[in-house]
């Protein structure tokens, strides 16, 4: 986590024991499982406050006072390592609750799942293996174990991910955590198993191997040793044991002192078999700069670490997954690449077949808008993004969306765009009754019939009359030809099209997918940052309305309100006023952007 680079450094020398009260640890003298056991008897009895008692605990126990240092919920499952969190939870007022999506509410996350031990105490109500998490998240987990992914199916928005095994023997489902806070969920596992070493050789659980010493399987074992040994332990952990000592009065041995983990457990590392090598690269997307390489995971005893990904034969980069794309490439240019896996163990593997690939030649001109992305999702979940990629801003009064009805007819009369589209941007178009949890920063919201389309609805964008672009066949009759699913254009099919291809131009997702609609802010770092505006926010936190206070304030001030995900929530081109209403805007953390000619200044506020 951010903090641990420094951590790492200051508690080197006194990390064992500094924490404990004196004499803690007296007893604990042995090596091997006897030391576990002698931490055992150290540990166990401890006070249990209750399931419900969790929530007092984590007032005290689960706040963020070091990396951001805002006093919100630290949640392993949604805290940014690298940057802005996805979303913040304040103590007491955003538990759980119903949740839906990521950023809901905040529940109670078991490490090793109530299922195990039939939610028995004081197992279920045990705080130093039950920290707060994002219910989604902690749902998206299930009973699944801890552990490395192959390849994934979900990921989260700080990164963590749910997918198949790359654990040596488990071919299940697992997730793998931020990378970041790896070593916080090891160490968990390890207090666990001391801390229940009389009960826990008669639980079933695919990372136990049904014994009260090893506890789990070879594989799992080596996969937390290398976790704990990646991750050490942070200033955020060293407070949460201890505010959790005061709680129930007794402490994770292995956060006051981790060289217990491989007094007990051993290096983990001495595995010296490398992981299998990676297979079947396949080359998809391919533009005149760049691409995307995938290819089949590697095994490992120990479990898959990354892959190192090499361009005529140098190392190009580094990546977690299977996949990674390739850019700043030259057209009409033939490269080669191979892959090679790594393991926790430092093992690399050897290469695989080299994958020869031509970049296509020069983009071609993009000279008009096109559509860019079609929900087609269930009930009134339609949305259409429409894309501006020639070069310049665009004046949308000559444009217009219409549609034809079941595949024959004549078009629609047509619903007239308005207002100006910047280059690079998107411009979205919702159904008035679109649900909530598919609703982007649309610019037109509307019960207009062209926006109650279905999937044999060809769905046109007209310019001054004339049909530039097409989703669908015009008198294609009645069958769908996308229906119950998401389209997104793709890279290579970034020009306006009179006839519609769906295999060749565009991607398929999902019913009800729409997490890639809106607006998109650029990169943040990439924004010229101007002392010459300057601007405070106050209240913040705020709640309702915030004020904006500038320094020379006067019109001609451009104000834009962007969520930490990139889409534009709030715009004004020409602001006479300082107070700014939110009161549509969901609890969550907001950029600011305030802009006046070339210059920009961005500050960030949280809305409780």
């Known amino acids: 986590m951010k903090t641990k680079l420094l951590w790492v450094v200051l508690l080197s020398s006194w990390l064992c024991d500094a924490q404990a009260p004196s004499g803690y640890y007296n007893s604990a003298t042995g090596t091997g499982y006897t030391l576990k056991t002698q931490l055992y008897n150290i540990i166990k009895g401890h006070t249990d406050r209750g399931y419900a008692g969790l929530w007092t605990t984590y007032q005290t126990s689960d706040r963020d006072n070091q990396n951001e240092n805002d006093n919100t919920i630290f949640d392993l499952y949604s805290e940014n390592p690298n940057g802005i969190d996805p979303y913040n939870y304040f103590y007491s007022t955003d538990q759980c609750g119903t ?216 190392l190009k980069t580094t990546v977690t997954g299977t996949s990674t794309t390739v850019s700043g490439l030259t057209s009409s240019t033939t490269y080669s690449f191979t892959v090679k896996a790594k393991d926790a163990a430092g093992n690399i593997s050897g290469s695989s077949t080299t994958l020869n690939v031509t970049t296509s030649s020069s983009a071609p001109t993009v000279s008009d808008l096109y559509f860019s992305e079609y929900v087609e999702g269930s009930s009134n979940n339609k949305a259409l993004e429409i894309t501006n990629r020639t070069g310049v801003s665009i004046n949308l009064s000559a444009y217009s969306i219409k549609k034809q009805t079941n595949g024959a007819g004549s078009w629609s009369a047509g619903l007239t765009l308005s207002g100006t589209l910047a280059n690079n941007g998107k411009y979205v178009i919702v159904n008035s009754s679109i649900s909530t949890a598919c609703y982007s920063s649309a610019n037109v919201s509307t019960s207009a019939t062209e926006m109650a389309y279905n999937g044999n609805d060809a769905v046109g964008l007209f310019k001054n009359g004339t049909l530039i672009d097409i989703i669908g066949t015009f008198n294609g009759g009645s069958a769908n030809f996308s229906a119950d699913e998401t389209l997104r254009r793709k890279t290579t099919a970034n020009v306006p099209k009179n006839t519609f291809n769906k295999t060749a131009d565009w991607d398929i997702y999902t019913i009800d997918t729409c997490n890639d609609l809106g607006n998109k802010m650029s990169n943040e770092n990439n924004i010229k940052d101007s002392s010459d505006i300057s601007f405070d926010i106050y209240p913040n936190p705020a709640k309702g309305y915030f004020n904006i206070s500038l320094n020379n304030f006067q019109k001609g001030f451009m104000v834009e309100i962007y969520s930490v995900l990139g889409n534009k929530v709030y715009e004004n081109n020409d602001v006479t006023s300082q107070e700014i209403n939110i009161s549509n805007l969901q609890t969550g953390v907001y950029l600011i952007k305030i802009s006046k000619d070339s210059e920009t200044k961005i500050k960030k506020v949280i809305i409780n």
């Open 99 to 314: 949740y839906a999506k990521e950023g809901d509410c905040y529940n109670r996350e078991h490490m090793v799942p109530q299922s195990v031990f039939n939610s028995s105490s004081p197992m279920v109500s045990d705080a130093h293996f039950i920290p707060p998490t994002d219910g989604k998240v902690n749902g998206m987990r299930s009973d699944y174990p801890h552990g490395n992914v192959a390849s994934t199916s979900w990921t989260s928005l700080n990164g963590s991910k749910l997918g198949t095994s790359a654990v040596s023997g488990y071919t299940g489902t697992v997730f793998e955590p931020n990378p970041a806070f790896k070593g916080d969920i090891a160490r968990m596992y390890f207090y666990f198993a001391t801390r229940y070493e009389n009960v826990i050789a008669s639980y079933t659980y695919p990372m136990f191997n049904k014994t009260s010493n090893q506890v789990f399987t070879t594989a799992f074992r080596d996969m937390l040793l290398a976790w704990h040994a990646a991750d050490p332990v942070s200033a955020r952990e060293i407070a949460r044991n201890n505010a959790i000592y005061a709680r129930q009065g007794n402490r994770n041995p292995f956060i006051d002192n981790p060289n217990y983990v491989n007094m007990i457990w051993g290096g983990g590392t001495s595995d010296t078999t490398p992981p299998s090598v990676p297979s079947n690269l396949i080359a998809s997307s391919i533009t005149a700069t760049s691409f995307t390489l995938s290819w089949t995971a590697s095994t490992d005893n120990v479990g898959v670490t990354g892959y190192n990904v090499y361009q005529n034969g140098s």
